[in-house]
């Protein structure tokens, strides 16, 4: 079945005017199995920077390197660059490009991270993203003088934003690992007298660094949680054994029962007897 396309190719003429960064062409496609240009390989011979919001395809670069290209990524390719692209003929694909060149973008003169993307950048969605490329596209229709310098300040911002989503994206992951490590060696080691400060130095970031980041993604401090693990460690012994509430909070690292039952009430609202006589069953 024939699938519905809508797309839009426009290929600026050359300039004598001598600018540091030069649109060459701009467009998008929605619901096509293809990039912009034809079918089959291709060697690109400007700067190629496609935004993919939504379905997918298969990068293929020399070498038989390929990369698989979701919505929210980046493709970003150099000049001289063999490349081809594999879509699903069910894919419902949606991109964004721009194509464009530069004596000054070759120095790095101009888009001076633009390295960071090549060839493949994960960005996430986002709407300002797609704004820019918009008002490129539209700046693009323009006759008037001028042009063609917003078009390359727009490229320059553009390259910019995609540099700081990257990063966001990449701080945001950083952030979910120290997480994740965190909270695996709080409960390995929930029976040992373990320190944040110790943590903190198994995972090599600074305890301002571990705070700050617990604080941020969860909301508490990296103690609170710890106490929250001890805590649902104590429920469970609670209901499964006989212990004394005196011999688990020495397995627990409390300074004495007393202090274990005021922070077990502090977490669930009741005393530790509370909680054995009420969750456990027969």
């Not at 024939?2 to 600018?19: A, G, T």
């Not at 069910?90 to 530069?102: A, E, I, R």
């Not at 005196?246 to 909680?275: C, M, N």
Request: hydrophobic share 35%; glycine share 4%; with cysteine.
């Amino acid at each position: 079945m024939k699938r519905h396309l809508v797309s839009q190719h426009i290929s600026l003429p050359p300039i004598r005017e001598n600018l540091g960064l030069v649109c060459t062409a701009v467009g998008y496609e929605y619901g096509s199995p293809n990039l912009p240009a034809t079918e089959g390989p291709r060697t690109t011979t400007d700067w190629l920077l496609s935004y993919t919001v939504n379905g997918s395809f298969i990068l293929r670069l020399k070498d038989q390197v390929q990369y698989r290209i979701e919505k929210g990524m980046i493709v970003v390719l150099p000049p001289d660059t063999w490349y081809e692209t594999v879509v699903e003929e069910t894919s419902n694909l949606s991109t964004h490009y721009v194509m464009f060149k530069g004596k000054s973008l070759d120095e790095r003169k101009v888009c001076t991270a633009i390295d960071e993307l090549v060839p493949v950048a994960e960005i996430g969605l986002n709407f300002e993203v797609v704004e820019l490329f918009q008002r490129i596209l539209e700046t693009s229709r323009s006759t008037a003088e001028g042009a063609q310098r917003e078009l390359g300040a727009s490229i320059v911002l553009l390259v910019a934003k995609l540099v700081n989503c990257k990063h966001a994206i990449q701080n945001q992951k950083s952030q979910s690992s120290i997480i994740d490590q965190v909270k695996i060696i709080m409960r390995t080691h929930i029976n040992e007298h373990i320190s944040i400060e110790e943590i903190a130095r198994e995972i090599s970031v600074p305890v301002s660094t571990l705070r700050r980041t617990f604080a941020k993604t969860l909301g508490i401090s990296p103690y609170q949680y710890l106490l929250q693990c001890k805590i649902d460690y104590a429920q469970q012994e609670l209901v499964r054994h006989d212990y004394p509430q005196r011999t688990i909070a020495e397995q627990l690292g409390f300074a004495d029962q007393y202090h274990f039952s005021r922070v077990f009430k502090s977490v669930t609202g009741l005393r530790p007897q509370q909680w054995r006589n009420e969750n456990r069953q027969g």
